[in-house]
Protein backbone atom coordinates (compact mmCIF):
# COMPACT_ATOMS: atom_id res chain seq x y z
CA UNK A 1 0.00 0.00 0.00
CA UNK A 2 1.30 3.17 -0.64
CA UNK A 3 0.55 6.34 1.89
CA UNK A 4 0.98 9.80 1.12
CA UNK A 5 0.92 12.54 3.94
CA UNK A 6 0.13 15.72 3.93
CA UNK A 7 -1.13 19.38 5.89
CA UNK A 8 2.21 19.77 7.81
CA UNK A 9 2.91 23.48 8.49
CA UNK A 10 4.10 26.06 10.54
CA UNK A 11 1.73 26.79 13.42
CA UNK A 12 2.10 29.10 16.95
CA UNK A 13 1.97 27.09 19.93
CA UNK A 14 -1.59 26.47 21.08
CA UNK A 15 -2.48 26.40 17.70
CA UNK A 16 -4.51 23.79 15.70
CA UNK A 17 -3.48 21.24 12.80
CA UNK A 18 -4.55 18.30 10.82
CA UNK A 19 -2.20 15.81 9.12
CA UNK A 20 -4.15 13.88 6.78
CA UNK A 21 -2.72 10.29 4.82
CA UNK A 22 -4.07 8.92 1.89
CA UNK A 23 -3.63 5.22 0.94
CA UNK A 24 -3.89 3.22 -2.47
CA UNK A 25 -2.61 0.19 -3.98
CA UNK A 26 -4.45 -2.03 -1.16
CA UNK A 27 -7.70 -2.59 0.45
CA UNK A 28 -7.24 0.06 3.11
CA UNK A 29 -9.69 -1.59 5.39
CA UNK A 30 -7.50 -4.37 5.52
CA UNK A 31 -4.85 -2.01 7.79
CA UNK A 32 -4.05 -0.85 11.09
CA UNK A 33 -3.10 2.65 10.94
CA UNK A 34 -0.25 4.90 13.19
CA UNK A 35 1.36 8.20 13.20
CA UNK A 36 5.10 8.45 14.16
CA UNK A 37 7.03 11.14 14.44
CA UNK A 38 10.81 12.13 14.73
CA UNK A 39 12.75 15.63 16.00
CA UNK A 40 15.73 15.99 15.00
CA UNK A 41 17.93 13.78 16.37
CA UNK A 42 15.77 12.09 18.25
CA UNK A 43 14.22 8.18 17.41
CA UNK A 44 11.27 7.76 15.84
CA UNK A 45 8.33 7.77 18.41
CA UNK A 46 4.76 6.54 18.13
CA UNK A 47 2.37 9.32 18.43
CA UNK A 48 -1.29 7.07 17.66
CA UNK A 49 -2.83 4.40 16.20
CA UNK A 50 -6.15 3.16 15.06
CA UNK A 51 -7.52 -0.05 14.60
CA UNK A 52 -8.83 -1.17 10.84
CA UNK A 53 -12.24 0.14 11.46
CA UNK A 54 -11.94 2.57 13.78
CA UNK A 55 -13.31 1.71 16.82
CA UNK A 56 -9.88 1.50 18.86
CA UNK A 57 -7.53 4.22 19.00
CA UNK A 58 -4.53 4.83 21.38
CA UNK A 59 -2.19 7.65 21.91
CA UNK A 60 1.20 8.49 23.69
CA UNK A 61 0.56 9.66 26.87
CA UNK A 62 2.67 13.23 25.53
CA UNK A 63 -0.74 13.98 23.68
CA UNK A 64 -3.28 12.24 24.98
CA UNK A 65 -6.40 14.77 25.04
CA UNK A 66 -4.25 17.01 22.67
CA UNK A 67 -4.68 14.95 19.65
CA UNK A 68 -7.18 12.65 17.84
CA UNK A 69 -6.59 9.92 15.29
CA UNK A 70 -9.68 8.90 12.83
CA UNK A 71 -9.76 7.24 9.56
CA UNK A 72 -12.81 7.40 6.91
CA UNK A 73 -12.55 4.32 5.19
CA UNK A 74 -14.69 5.31 2.46
CA UNK A 75 -12.00 8.13 1.08
CA UNK A 76 -8.78 5.40 2.14
CA UNK A 77 -7.70 7.96 4.76
CA UNK A 78 -6.21 8.35 8.21
CA UNK A 79 -6.40 11.83 10.33
CA UNK A 80 -4.63 13.21 13.14
CA UNK A 81 -5.76 16.60 14.36
CA UNK A 82 -3.49 17.98 17.14
CA UNK A 83 -5.06 20.84 19.23
CA UNK A 84 -2.73 22.72 21.74
CA UNK A 85 0.18 22.32 20.06
CA UNK A 86 3.42 22.46 21.86
CA UNK A 87 7.28 23.43 20.61
CA UNK A 88 8.36 19.72 21.40
CA UNK A 89 5.70 18.65 19.17
CA UNK A 90 7.74 20.08 16.27
CA UNK A 91 9.27 16.61 14.31
CA UNK A 92 8.62 14.86 10.79
CA UNK A 93 5.00 13.53 11.01
CA UNK A 94 4.77 9.73 9.46
CA UNK A 95 1.71 7.78 8.85
CA UNK A 96 2.04 3.65 8.79
CA UNK A 97 -0.01 0.82 7.99
CA UNK A 98 -0.21 -2.94 9.44
CA UNK A 99 -2.14 -5.87 8.24
CA UNK A 100 -4.70 -5.67 10.67
CA UNK A 101 -5.13 -8.70 13.10
CA UNK A 102 -1.58 -8.50 14.44
CA UNK A 103 -2.76 -7.17 17.74
CA UNK A 104 -4.06 -3.79 18.98
CA UNK A 105 -1.94 -1.04 19.80
CA UNK A 106 1.42 -1.79 18.20
CA UNK A 107 3.64 1.27 18.81
CA UNK A 108 7.09 -0.01 17.48
CA UNK A 109 7.99 1.56 14.09
CA UNK A 110 9.35 -2.02 13.39
CA UNK A 111 5.95 -3.83 13.21
CA UNK A 112 4.34 -1.26 10.82
CA UNK A 113 4.63 -2.61 7.04
CA UNK A 114 4.38 0.37 4.99
CA UNK A 115 5.49 4.16 5.38
CA UNK A 116 4.31 7.24 3.65
CA UNK A 117 6.98 10.11 2.72
CA UNK A 118 6.28 12.39 6.32
CA UNK A 119 5.12 16.16 6.31
CA UNK A 120 6.76 18.17 8.83
CA UNK A 121 5.59 19.78 11.53
CA UNK A 122 7.07 23.04 13.14
CA UNK A 123 5.23 24.74 16.76
CA UNK A 124 7.01 27.99 17.36
CA UNK A 125 7.21 29.33 20.73
Known amino acids: VQLQACGGGLVQAGGPLKLSCEASGRTFSNYDMGWFRQAPGMEREFVAG????????YYVDSVKGRFTIYRDNTKNSVYLKMNSLKPEDTAVYYCAAVPRGRGVGLSRPGEYQYWGQGTEVTVSS
Open 50 to 57: VSWDGFST
